[in-house]
């Protein structure tokens, strides 16, 4: 398998692809394009026909959009768990992921995924009534379907990966969370794929200019 991805210190949808195929324990071939670069234009529609990444490249099957390439995984490698079993939070699981894909567009807008760096800066009412939510779904799941385990159902699942750039986001704007989302977000922290990422993103030297 090959896995199409862009600058780790900067794109959270690579992030989430990378995350979750990390967790399967399969062996792939990471190929790195840095964003808005001629490289990048010359390279990545041989990957993805959306232009964009991530991209999955399985034999003759491209996937492309980070939660369609977790969905894949999780029927490729069913070992994996990359979803709960139980229904309710399998349901629950896959209506927050695709919260998360589709949502949160003020967080995003004025927090962007920028882990080499440490930024003050007033949380305006839009970006904060995200954070409110995101942590309101992260306690509920802890609470119902995590509880005594350190991700939001209990083993890492495609949610953990929907909501880790989140997690760096966080980190990165100094977000205040309650001590149950702290210890979610300290479980990401703590996984040995995502130290590898963080040092990979620091060791990177391209600056994109938002």
């Not at 977790?70 to 070992?79: D, G, H, M, N, S």
């Not at 890492?156 to 760096?168: C, K, L, R, S």
């Not at 479980?187 to 040092?199: D, G, H, N, T």
């Amino acid at each position: 398998m090959i896995l199409v991805i862009g600058n780790k210190n900067y794109s959270s949808w690579s992030l989430r692809a990378w995350l979750a195929l990390k967790q399967t324990g399969e062996d792939f071939q990471e190929v790195r394009l840095p964003l808005h670069t001629p490289e990048f234009e010359k390279e990545i529609i041989k990957y993805s026909p959306s232009g964009k990444v991530p991209c999955l490249v399985d034999g003759d099957i491209h996937v492309w959009e980070s939660l369609a390439i977790c969905e894949y995984l999780a029927e490729r490698f069913p070992k994996a768990n990359l979803w709960p079993k139980d229904p309710k939070a399998r349901a629950f699981a896959r209506s927050i992921s695709n919260e998360m894909h589709a949502g949160f567009m003020a967080l995003r807008k004025n927090c962007l995924m920028n882990i080499r760096e440490r930024i003050k800066k007033e949380i305006p009412a839009d970006v904060q009534t995200d954070i409110d939510r995101i942590t309101s779904i992260w306690r509920e799941a802890r609470e119902q379907f995590g509880k005594g385990a350190p991700f939001l159902f209990g083993h890492f699942t495609v949610a953990d990966a929907m909501y880790t750039p989140v997690v760096m986001r966080f980190v990165t704007y100094g977000v205040k969370a309650d001590l149950v989302s702290e210890g979610f977000m300290d479980a990401i922290l703590s996984l040995p794929a995502m130290k590898e990422w963080v040092s990979a993103a620091e060791k990177e030297v391209e600056v994109l200019a938002h």
